[in-house]
């Protein structure tokens, strides 16, 4: 079984969700600042959703280039990936029209935790099938920034409900931790994790 | 004529549709449990059509991999699938609006149905393409669970006239009898039909 | 100069295109018949444009197998040929919910017609780019169905302010006669061209 | 690590974005002219940013067709790129419903503007990756024309507030610039810039 299809349709899906958020971005009647300000909000939450994807994109692209085999469970882990991720317009588009309301901020963590355990399934289902000595295996490694995203989702969740701005930073937080390619925060998260 | 122009375009298709259905699932205005109540019958109908397109998808990548030719017939017959999983988008958002009732449900299972009739008329093609002695060929077999999955649709249009929830309960039969990979359910029901 | 990222990116514009059409078959409020029929003439559209794009699609398809090599301008000519089929949606929209009036009508015919007229273009130029003697210049011969495919659009568009019937008769006819693979309508068609 | 995905994904970005903007031209209620006039505007608009789009899939393709090699950064400059792109469907609804007035025409210069920075940055990135002597860093050579695309996107900024015109005009020019293959102008430039 070949890859290159697999591949193509996350691209495709994930291209998709990424254009279709901006949808959101409905354009407005009048032609001044006032008829811009109401859709800062709903620019930022796009901001935020654009960059998680991205991150999914870019760890997916990786992941898939150093897997050589794929199997008929690997295709369905991929499929479940993409059906928490096809939920992102939705809960971007809930949490930017709210304002950050505290349920849509939680519903947006919830959403981002099923997509995070969904990628961390996919990814130990691939690493199997490569076999334990594998390149992949070695690359994935403890995972510690995978961990803690994970974390920070656990914790923004009923975090949305006493002051949702923390669950909005620790989101923010998750995306930059992924966006930035900090080595020494790396590596000292790998220490801690004891490698 | 190579096969994977065909491939690129139905996975396009597929991802378009897969990610066109959730612009169903509208934002809603409030940031309470209350807004989102009405959406529950739209996201479960929106996860069964994921689910049945993510089924199409897979069997389409698992029949065009054993697939060594194909033709200009081949070329329509796979539009004509395209064509019946166009209107999934439109079938699912209106079972889903009108809260299961019966003349959606109805034209939900005909739809269903019509996909399967051009996924087994494409698949006809396909194998005969190949020569009575491909690998395909031997693959598909007497392909008792393509049978089954027919009957529960043909059943399921009259039924939702009668009580909706039989037919409700035959499509998620139908896609759960693809999504688990039960090799007895499988086997008995080759055993059954004779091989 | 590679080919396969203009098919790619052809591919992706026209399963966008077929896919987006389908959002103008927008879920009625009602449950029953009656909510179905004001959709029918944008279903009876729908039907009629998923058609005539399959058949640029696997024309498309045609031409770009047999050609070798590509260029700039063919870059360009390719991007005319989508921005007249982007219209797509929009008229057959337009149509659909005006009932098949005369000017939504004719203003179909005239995309179709402009569209018919870069692909055109689109073919002259591949075809100068592989030289006279290619496989490509022998396939494209006289090309007396195209010829009649540009005649009826040029003859619909004033017809439709006379009676839009016979120029919705006309798209069906120009669809109906690349769809079906009648071989003696063909070879009588390239007698009458002198072939 | 290989340039196919990348290819792949920025072709399916652009061909959404390229045909989500055409559902912005709203399908009117009436059949007659009248109907159609409101839609000029933003039809206009809509012709300026699908060759805006062509040429970023233009160029893009060509710079990535002479790249042998691309990174992890790379993935990144090229999603900044695809993020300001994924703006163009709004501005260009946004200046198109308001009939070019003055604040929507300066924003989407300066959208415009930002996604020039973004393949600027994109370019330059490439070209470091492939190294000082590459096909590609002779080919990119003092880039005349896309400096002067810069400036006159910098230009039209502040004069969409004293007449918006100007700047439209701007943007028409930049677009032909790319647009027509003008041998003569392009020396021009060249000989200016001291080639």
């Avoid at 070949?2 to 990424?18: M, Q, T």
């Avoid at 085999?69 to 993409?82: E, Q």
């Avoid at 995203?149 to 969740?157: F, Q």
Wanted: contains cysteine; glycine residues 6%.
């Amino acid at each position: 079984m070949n890859k290159g299809r697999l591949e193509a349709f996350s691209d495709g899906v994930v291209a998709i969700l990424i254009t279709i958020m901006v949808l959101e971005l409905r354009v407005p009647r009048g032609a001044d600042l006032e008829a811009l300000r109401p859709l800062l909000p709903v620019f930022l939450t796009y901001v935020l959703s654009f960059v998680n994807l991205g991150i999914y994109w870019n760890n997916h692209h990786h992941m898939l280039h150093a897997a050589d085999r794929i199997n008929g469970k690997i295709l369905w882990a991929n499929l479940h990936l993409l059906f928490w991720l096809s939920l992102v317009p939705f809960v971007t588009g809930w949490m930017g029209e709210n304002h950050f309301a505290s349920l849509p901020t939680a519903v947006y963590g919830a959403v981002m935790l099923l997509a995070a355990v969904a990628y961390t399934i996919l990814q130990k289902m691939i690493v199997a099938e490569q076999g334990p000595n594998s390149r992949l295996a070695a690359a994935v490694g403890t995972d510690a920034k995978a961990k803690l995203s994970l974390a920070c989702y656990v914790l923004a969740i009923p975090l949305a409900f006493v002051n949702q701005w923390v669950s909005d930073g620790l989101y923010v937080f998750v995306a930059l931790m992924w966006l930035v390619p900090d080595r020494r925060i790396e590596s000292r998260l790998n220490q801690r994790a004891g490698v």
